[in-house]
């Protein structure tokens, strides 16, 4: 009989081999075609004019980084909500803690700037 332990192990050494699999059974089986038209910059099919290398204002990315972890934050907190009635007093509390948490970061990027659109 395995331990936990074990199942741990088994799951470590197994988790990279799916996602990683499939990526290499395309480089080796996938269609290699390469032509000029194929390797052109494409747009929403507009054909690009001049360097398609643009500067972007970093903002945006850490705007959309806010955007994901309050996003993952209400994934989190929907179990929490539906089974409320059925939690425990440290279930609660943990719940409490990562809204702290949370909140604590929305503070601090707003004291940053972070959400000023520009």
Known sequence: MLSDWQFIAIF???APIFPAAPVI???FLGPKKPNPIKQETYECGIETIGSSWIQFKVQYYIYALVFVVFD???VFLFPIAAAYGQLDLFAVGAAVLFIFLLADG????WGRGVLEWV
Do not use: F, G, T
Request: net charge negative; proline share 0%; hydrophobic share 70%.
């Open 72 to 74: 993952i934050e209400a």
């Open 25 to 27: 059974l395309n480089y």
């Open 106 to 109: 929305l503070l601090y990027a």
């Open 12 to 14: 470590v050494v197994l």
